[in-house]
Every structure is written in C-alpha cells, then in structure tokens.
C-alpha cells in the first residue's frame, strides 16, 4: 500500500482536519511530517465531538490507527503533555503515539526570542504566533538543536543547553534587555517533561518503512499550507519549514518513490492569518459574510482569518508544486445566498496579464485580481451528498473551479460535520 500526502493549497485552515478523519478509517498510521504548535486541525468526529488538535496527528481520535510526530515537526513539550492529558481526559487513547527521536525540541529561549524580535520589528512584523517555532527551525539548521533522543541522556541535553544558552542569554540580555534564562531551571523542567515522554520515543523511520512493506496505508499529514512553505510560499510571510510535499519525505524520512496520491484541500474561497500579500483579499460585507459564516477564527490562535474570493492563480501553483492528484474543496456551503460569486483567473501587474504565480515578491505585492463572475444559489446545500443534487449554479462553479486548478474535485464539503460531503470519486484510487 502507498504513503498518501495530504497538503493544504492556500495559505492554510483549509479544512484538512476533516480530510484527515474522513480518511482516518482507511489509514493504520497517521503521520504529522513539519510544523509545530502554531497550526491547529479542527476534527468533528460521529458522535458529534470537537476536537482543536494543534500537535498531535489526527488518527489520534482513530481507534487503532497508529499516530506518529515525525522527524520534520519542533516540539513544546509542554504544549504536548497538555494535549495529551486534554484527550485523555475526554476519553481517547494516547498509548499508541510515536515520536521520532530526531524532531527538535522548543526550549524556553526560542519562545523568548521569537516575542522580542516579532516586536521589535514593529511594522515589519511576519505575524509569528511567537511559540519559537521560527528560532527552533533556525538552530535546527544552525546545528545547535535539542532533539527528543536528547532527553533520553540528561548529561547530553545539559551540555547542549549550555552551548545554546552561552549564546542566546547574551542576545536576551545585551541585544533586547531582557532577562538571561536559568539553566538549572530548564534541566528541571525538561527532565520533568523526559519522564512522560521517553516511552513515546521510538525510530520513526524504520517504523513507518515496515508498515509500508506490509502493505499499510500510511496518510502524510502537513499543518499549514503551500502558500506559507518556506521555499515555496510568499516569503518572507510564511512558516519556517515545507508543508508540500518534498517536506513530507524529509520530515517522515519516507522517500518518493512510496508516495503513491497527493490529496490537496482547498478552501471554496480563499482565508489568510497573519501578514503578507493576499491579492483576492475582501474589506467589505462579502468579506465579513466569509468571516462570520465561515467561522474563519484560528484554531491555535483564534484571530481572525482575512477572507477573499477564490484565487485560481494559486490553485494552479499548489497543484503543479505538490503533484496533486485529488482536490477536496471545502465550504462549499458559505458562499450559499451570495448573488454573485467571483473567481480570480489571473493578476494584472504593472498593465501585464499573469495567469501562473509571479516570479518575484514585488510583482505579487502589486497584483491586482483579474474576475469572472458566477451566478449563486440561495438554497441550502448542508444536506446534499449527490452531485447532481446540488443547485446548477453550485455545480458550474465547482467545475470550473476543477477546470482552472487542472485536476479533479474529488470531495466537496458542504458543512463542517464529518459526514456533510459529496463524494465524486474515491481519493485513494486513480
């Protein structure tokens, strides 16, 4: 059986939670592969549960389904043993969880750092939520990350705290006047957090290898989206690792050649957290419609996302970028009562027509959408699950939306419950 990738195409909470759980049945391993507690997946479950999971992959709430962070994904230990016992109080198993020994560790300088520098760029800012993600990338690369096999040694994870601090308490101290952190203090904690934690740890690699050669499908899931990748999205506004699907097989160690289908979610309309270029970007009453009807408010953060129409341009990008077989087009249902409802097909910039994503940061901070406009539909399609039984106009829409990205809208959801979905083809079959 194939390694499936699922992969937000816009600028993320594009609904990939559901995907993850409408899928999680089929699936023996669920695999989180970058990204850390700056990104959340919203799941309904059957029974009508709501769980906001902001670390942990979503086969978590699968009974059976095996749910590994991987290498590629920075940790808060706290934020994960707060998770962890949150679920388990609500009843779900957590035995099951694997964690790669290789993924890096979010340490109190990171969260230090990541704040005073967000705030000391002032009107510069990148919108980081300022949990250290960015700063725990950045010494990942740097080679002065601690990663979770470093708790299994205290002496080991003491000296790389000591390297790490004789430089970061000077930058704390000297640079932003702020208070040096104790090392004592973070050996304690974090072999506080190492008791819990350590019979999590496992190779993850060699785990996830011997699934795939027993024939079991293992389902890839990214937390952001294209748009926010940090090679491919619109630098430098974007998260500090790969949500495509390269970052998959870096962040799981799985190679290319396993990845049999990429499931891309897409969002009927289009949403942004956070600063940065957002050429379809609503500020009238269409806009407060997508944003209240939505519910388009962060699942980790809870600020409000930036609406816009659908943006074409960008769904061609994220389709051609990550191999994306299958398109799951979420929320349908919010643009229901919506007189008319325009599609980007292409940017204007500088008096010239661009119809692929512009090369350079300055040409899409000029971009002015290019519109064509659908007919709406008043009726409510909350309870459809037929294709042909949604509105005609709904319908046009949806496949022209699948004429313009260049591959088929498998799924279509037209409600926030696992089950509001119309089903056009199997995701997992070509």
């Known amino acids: 059986m194939p390694a499936i990738v699922l992969v937000g195409t816009q600028w993320g909470d594009e609904g990939k939670g559901k995907v993850t759980d409408l899928l999680g049945e089929r699936m023996q391993y669920t695999v989180r592969y970058q990204g850390g507690n700056n990104a959340g997946h919203t799941v309904v479950t059957p029974d009508g549960e709501k769980y906001a999971l902001h ?13 590994v962070i991987g290498n590629g994904v920075v940790i808060d230990p706290k934020v994960l043993l707060h998770e962890l016992d949150g679920l388990s109080a609500r009843g779900v198993d957590v035995s099951l969880l694997k964690i790669s020994a290789d993924a890096h560790l979010i340490m109190p300088h990171h969260r230090a750092l990541d704040r005073v520098v967000e705030r000391y760029l002032g009107s510069a800012r990148i919108g980081t939520t300022g949990r250290g993600i960015g700063p725990t990338y950045a010494d990942k690369v740097g080679r002065m990350g601690i990663r979770a096999q470093d708790l299994l040694d205290p002496k080991i994870f003491r000296q790389k705290l000591e390297l790490a601090l004789r430089e970061k308490n000077q930058v704390l101290v000297k640079v932003y006047n702020r208070k040096k952190i104790d090392i004592d203090a ?28 027993r024939g079991e499908y293992v389902l890839l899931e990214g937390a ?10 619109t630098y430098p506004f974007v998260t500090s690792s790969n949500p495509t699907t390269g970052g998959a097989c ?14 891309g979610v897409i969002k009927a309309y289009t ?7 957002f050429p379809t970007e609503l500020f009238d009453d269409n806009g407060k419609h997508l944003l209240k009807v939505g519910g388009e408010y962060g699942t980790t953060t809870g600020r409000e996302r930036r609406c816009g129409w659908f943006d074409a341009v960008i769904g061609r990008y994220a389709v051609r970028v990550n191999g994306i077989t299958d398109l799951f087009l979420t929320k349908l249902d919010v643009l229901s009562a919506l007189e008319k409802v325009p599609v980007c097909v292409g940017y204007e910039i500088d008096g010239e027509r661009f119809d692929e994503m512009p090369m350079t940061q300055t040409a899409l901070h000029h971009a002015t959408p290019l519109y064509e406009f659908h007919e709406g539909w008043s009726e409510d399609i909350s309870a459809v699950r037929r294709f042909e039984d949604l509105p005609k106009n709904a319908q046009a829409y949806v496949e ?16 926030p419950a696992r089950d509001q979905n119309v089903i056009r083809h199997d995701m997992l079959e070509a």
């Open 250 to 263: 870096v962040g799981a160690g799985i190679p290319p050649t396993r990845i049999d289908r990429v499931i």
């Open 224 to 233: 952001q989206a294209t748009l926010l990748d940090v090679d491919h999205g």
């Open 186 to 213: 973070v050996v304690e904690e974090y072999m506080g957090y190492a008791e819990r934690l350590i019979p999590y740890i496992d190779d993850t690699r060699l785990l996830l290898d011997k699934a795939l050669t």
């Open 400 to 415: 022209r939306l699948e004429e313009l990205c260049g591959t088929r809208i498998s799924v279509i959801g037209v409600g």
């Open 55 to 67: 670390l942990v992959p979503t086969g978590m709430l699968t009974p059976g389904c095996v749910p």
């Open 271 to 277: 949403t942004r957290v956070g600063a940065g270029p």
